[in-house]
């Protein structure tokens, strides 16, 4: 008697011994019964379905009948040598059925021990899973391909639970968050599609744009999409009451070289765009000025002109003088009037909320080329978050190109080891800042007024422009109820400080007056 059995009766104790024998002779699995040499004493029906061998024809031979080449020697050996500790072995072997077709059988060779514990008989249990393995093949193959594919892809994916963890990602992602220094890429793409699509609900978002400044590499823009889809949960739990989790596809990739281009695109129709309004201006400051310098002996010769007409009753003398000055006057005034009418229109543009930092990133990146060639280093410092002010944004262009560009030109001068330009936008008080600082020479206190006269300059004549450059830069701050003034404590060059109020907020007094002193 089995020790196992040896404390008392069981209920199969009393079930007759045929009905085991049926149980196996009827079930599914192919079951073979052997000696200890492997040599087959019985094989059920299946076996024979399974092997094609007829049960009563494999009686006497060995198990080896079914072995076939493809199976590694070591794995005959390490079978035997468990069934030689009297442990059972589970595996899977290459065998070949009595056609000569192969398979793939999934064995289970169980000891049979007698009342000592010796192994006396084994009982080999196998089923045919050629198609299973074949199915369990092709869908690690087709994972192997899509990760293959997902890993190469030239964009960045990420998979994420309901929790919004990232269960899943490529190679182009993890190299994206080690760019960005660890911060998890998935959740700026999250918060930038709330941000531009609002709450994406259940059917996920389409191209949202999201730029990240952190990082060595500048800034980057990418388009993120974002799919949700439902998966069938594989645990056992859930295995007849269907339970499906949700996940979010997140598909990006990186736009930066088009945004460059585009970025390229509209700054150069910008410069073509400030080119013509320049010319304009440049034409319109010329003659202003020219009108401006003609009036003053005009006004001194009418003054005489006046004086000589009261004397002239009692000088008869002086009629003819009187009359080459009123004719002077007459050729003055037609002048004038020649140069009013020749004055160009002033470019019409409306007034809209503009963003300084928007306008400065222009203007620099207008001047680009002239920065490169120069070598000077700018130092732009925008204010993260900037209310726009109301304005006219081409005149504001021109405006700064023309302070940078006289901050060039000042850094420019002999002399100047490491030229510097540093442009700074601070918001507060109700007025937006704009800071343009060079470490040029600067100007003299006695000249800190002057150098917003007409014709005035200390470049001598060079330049279409010469002079008229800061008149222009107080007009336009005129035009925008703004004021300008040379910074009197930076003494490491020039600053220039302009502000601008904000819409429905007026500018401090003592701005103000900085203003009226300097125009
Ligand atoms: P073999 O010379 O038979 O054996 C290969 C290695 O196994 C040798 O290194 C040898 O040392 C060792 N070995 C063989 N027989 C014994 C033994 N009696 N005692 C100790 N070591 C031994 N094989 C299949 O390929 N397909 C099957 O479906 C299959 N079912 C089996 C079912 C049962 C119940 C048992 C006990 C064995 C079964 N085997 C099966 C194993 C089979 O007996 C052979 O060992 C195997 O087929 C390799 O055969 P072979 O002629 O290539 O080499």
Partial sequence: ????????????????????????????????ITDERANILYANPAFGRVTGYDPEEVIGGNESMLSDRNTPRIVYETLWARLLQGK?????????????????????ITPVK?????????????????????????????????????????????????????VQRNQAYDALREALGGIEPAREFLTAARKSCGDHGQDGFRDCELRFDAGSGGTRWFSCSGVRFR????????????????????????????????????????????????????????????????????????AAANLLERRAAKDPGSASLLEALNQ?????????????????DELMEAEAP?????????????????????????????????????????????????????????????????????????????CVTVAVQDNGPGIPEALRLKVFEPFYT?????GRRAGMG????????????????????YGGGCRFCLHFPLPNHALPDHDARDTDTAA
């Avoid at 059972?88 to 289970?108: C, K």
């Avoid at 002048?335 to 020749?342: D, F, K, M, P, V």
């Avoid at 800061?470 to 404590?489: A, C, F, K, R, Y």
């Fill in 458 to 462: 200390t470049k001598g004549s060079a």
């Fill in 88 to 108: 059972a072995w589970r595996g899977v072997l290459v065998n070949r059925r009595q056609d000569g077709a192969r398979y793939l059988a999934e064995l289970t």
């Fill in 328 to 344: 002077a006057l007459g050729s003055g005034r037609q002048a004038l009037e020649t140069l009013y009418g020749s004055m160009p």
């Fill in 354 to 430: 503009v963003n300084l930092n928007q306008v400065l990133r222009d203007v620099l990146g207008m001047l680009t080329g002239r920065l490169l060639a120069t070598g000077v280093v700018v130092d732009w410092q925008p204010a993260p978050v900037l209310a726009p002010v109301l304005g006219r944004e081409g005149r504001l262009r021109g405006m700064f190109k023309q302070l940078i560009e006289n901050a060039l030109d000042a850094v420019g001068t002999r002399g100047i080891a490491a030229p510097e330009i540093r442009i700074t936008t601070t918001a507060g008080d109700g």
């Fill in 231 to 302: 998966e069938r949960d594989t645990r056992a739990d859930h295995f007849f009451e269907e339970r499906r989790n949700a996940y979010l596809m997140l598909v990006a990739s990186e736009i930066t070289e088009l945004k460059r281009r585009q970025e390229d695109v509209r700054v150069n129709a910008l410069r073509a765009l400030t080119a013509e309004e320049e010319l304009v201006e440049s034409v319109r400051e010329t003659l202003a000025g020219a009108i401006y310098q003609l009036q003053g002996p005009i006004n001194l010769i009418a």
């Fill in 470 to 489: 800061l008149p222009m830069v107080q007009e336009v701050m005129n035009q925008h109820s703004g004021t300008i003034e040379i910074d009197p404590q």
């Fill in 1 to 32: 008697m089995n020790p196992n059995h040896a404390s008392g009766d069981h209920e199969h104790d009393r079930l007759p011994a045929r009905l085991f024998f049926e149980a196996v002779e009827q079930s599914n699995v192919a079951i073979s």
């Fill in 114 to 166: 007698d009342d000592g514990g010796h192994t006396t008989h084994y009982v080999g249990m196998h089923r045919d899973v050629t198609e299973e393995h074949a199915l369990a093949q092709q869908v690690r193959n087709q994972k192997a391909l899509f990760e293959t594919m997902v890993d190469t892809a030239p964009v960045i994916m990420a998979l994420l639970d309901e929790d919004g963890t990232v």
